[in-house]
């Protein structure tokens, strides 16, 4: 059914490969963006729900990154 539409569309053939090219720029700029990130915070955010107990001590279970920032 679209077919017959997309047929009567001038230059309608570069919108695949403006896609795709959005497309492996999106995971590629993702892959760059996610080897660049600090390893430090990956860690805490990473062991965050295994360490907070929010019933108990709630201040001690905080992460380096949640004390710096509760405090600015």
Do not use: C
């Not at 590629?28 to 990130?37: P, Y």
């Amino acid at each position: 059914m679209f077919k017959h539409y997309f047929e009567q569309v001038q230059n309608i053939g570069i919108f695949p490969v403006i896609s795709l090219i959005i497309f492996f720029s999106f995971f590629v700029i993702l892959i760059i963006w996610l080897t660049r990130l600090d390893k430090k915070h990956v860690s805490d955010m990473r062991h965050l729900p295994l360490d907070l107990d929010t019933q108990s001590q709630p201040e001690q279970n905080l992460s380096a990154h949640q004390k710096k920032t509760s405090t600015l």
